[in-house]
């Protein structure tokens, strides 16, 4: 199949019906009313070319997109989305699936309710999916000519229901179980995450090590201090019991970290003490059939690209307790030979982390980023942020 057939599912894309292909016993939570978008992205390949004719395009007119995780919340996002077609849809729909007035609380806050991970997960899905409405109307070539996404964390949800694997609602019920059951695992246990920005020097193993000594000695059984995010180049976010990351700040030093910093998040993400997660996230993967991905998506626990949709629930579970290889997906999606041109670059969501981020991996594939905003509104025909 094309990659052109992502743009033609994406303009036809949030189209409302109230059939559901799958019975309320097999698929017990969304409530009907959800977008079919995987079912439009096969109606549109019919008879379309083989999807292995648009790598031959020139890399310059491809495009990747990448959405954002969780961090990247602020009360307001939406607001510069709803003038575009069908986004108002998008959010009835998700008001239907969570049992809740998301778009209002996006808006309005407060902002410690929309920092909860039970909430600003699938605020952050819904608002990126939400830019990618935004950016098919400004420039639809962009869609049309997309060749890979990947997806931060949760992000990896909205780049699977853009790529069609998972239809919107089934997508966006399966991120309301996580950050649930995420929100209920962080609650059991004093943890965090920790930025952490070093130098070639740095040692982060030895210091996880040493922080869970720390730990030992303090009486906690079994602690856990290890890296949950590769970002860049000597820049990880380390997950863990609050005491081990304290530990880390007070003798960053030691360990030759320029600067760490405590996340405002909730709990120890992307390490064990997520365990209790994973089967509740397991057992509704298990109802979506998933879809072969109509562009290449990349895992972050393998920091590269899916290759086979029956592993897709498998990763997406393990994603859980496993760090995010971004770093490793950033140089799997933009290593090329040198003179070799790069695609453009969307980060659809709110923030522009990911963009930052981007420009610390690979300074020359940065050069073609764009940001599509969720905040301010702008005029039809005006192109999103460079």
């Known amino acids: 199949m094309s990659v052109r057939v992502a743009r033609a599912a994406w303009a036809a894309g949030w189209r409302w019906r109230a059939g559901r292909t799958r019975s309320a016993a097999s698929f017990p939570g969304p409530p009907p009313g959800g977008a079919r978008v995987a079912d439009l992205l096969r109606d549109a390949a019919a008879g379309d070319a083989p999807r292995e004719a648009a790598a031959r395009r020139p890399p310059g007119q491809c495009s990747v997109l990448l959405f954002p995780g969780q961090g990247s919340q602020a009360v307001g996002m939406g607001r510069g989305l709803l003038r575009y077609p069908r986004v108002p849809e998008l959010y009835a729909a998700a008001r239907r699936v969570l049992g809740y007035d998301l778009l209002e609380l996006s808006l309005r806050g407060p902002q410690e309710a929309l920092d909860r991970t039970a909430h600003c997960q699938p605020a952050v899905f819904v608002a990126s999916l939400a830019a990618v409405e935004k950016l098919n109307h400004l420039q639809p070539e962009v869609i049309e000519n ?3 996404a990947a997806g931060f964390s949760v992000g990896e949800f909205a780049a ?9 609602s089934e997508g966006l019920y399966a991120v309301k179980i996580r950050a649930e059951a995420m929100q209920a695992a962080s609650d059991a246990v004093p943890s965090g995450m920790l930025s952490v920005l070093g130098r070639p020097e740095s040692r982060f193993n030895a210091a996880c090590l040493e922080a869970r000594q720390h730990c030992e000695s303090l009486g906690i059984e079994s602690p856990v201090c290890e890296v949950a995010n590769y970002l860049f180049p000597h820049c990880r976010v380390v997950s863990g019991h609050l005491e081990a990351l304290h530990f880390l700040q007070k003798h960053a030093a030691r360990y030759h970290f320029r600067r760490a910093r405590l996340l405002p998040v909730s709990g120890a993400f992307h390490t064990r003490l997520m365990e209790p997660a994973v089967a509740p996230l397991a057992d509704v993967l298990r109802t979506v059939s998933l879809r072969e991905p109509l562009v290449s998506v990349y895992s972050n626990v393998l920091g590269s690209r899916y290759r086979n949709p029956k592993h897709i629930a498998t990763l997406l579970a393990k994603q859980l307790v496993s760090p995010v290889r971004w770093e490793q997906t950033m140089h799997a999606i933009y290593e090329r030979k040198k003179g070799t041109q790069f695609p453009r670059t969307f980060e659809v969501g709110p ?13 020359q594939a940065w050069k073609s980023y764009s940001h599509v905003d969720v905040d301010v509104d702008m005029e039809a025909d005006e192109a999103p942020d460079a």
């Open 146 to 148: 997309c060749v890979a």
């Open 160 to 168: 699977l229901v853009f790529a069609g694997v998972m239809e919107f």
């Open 351 to 363: 923030g522009r982390q990911l963009g930052a981020v981007l420009k610390s991996c690979n300074l």
